[in-house]
């Protein structure tokens, strides 16, 4: 859905400019015709929940195992530290924060031996 916005903005202001009786909420036209910051602001949301959306979707495979659940959590801490701190220095400390609370969760030997002993962990598997 944001990358679907994001794509759209040439076509929401051309909305707005052609037929401005189909968006009638002022606040929303107001949002739309920023200079950019509304549309780089999505862009980076969606940017920030790719990882999420992926995790998910491999931990609810089949074939998902101990390792994917791991390698997920990697992924996600490796992402969120790649947060812009200049731009969003408070939504990254609170990613961390809450990603580190989570990640007691799942601290434990089993799943280190499962990421351990996965092809991925040596790159002769690719993951997401």
Do not use: W
């Amino acid at each position: 859905m944001l990358e679907s916005i994001s794509r759209l903005e040439i076509c929401l202001k051309e909305v707005i400019n052609e037929n401005p009786n189909v968006i009638t909420s002022e606040a929303v036209k107001a949002i739309i015709n920023r200079k950019r910051g509304f549309f780089n602001d999505v862009s980076d949301l969606a940017n920030i929940m790719k990882p999420i959306k992926e995790a998910i979707l491999t931990l609810e495979s089949n074939k998902a195992t101990l390792a994917d659940c791991y390698f997920s959590l990697a992924y996600l801490g490796q992402s969120i530290n790649k947060i812009p701190e200049d731009d969003y220095m408070m939504f990254r400390q609170h990613a961390i924060k809450i990603f580190n609370e989570r990640f007691i969760l799942y601290d434990f030997d089993e799943y280190l031996l499962a990421y351990y002993i996965h092809p991925g962990y040596k790159g002769t598997f690719k993951f997401i």
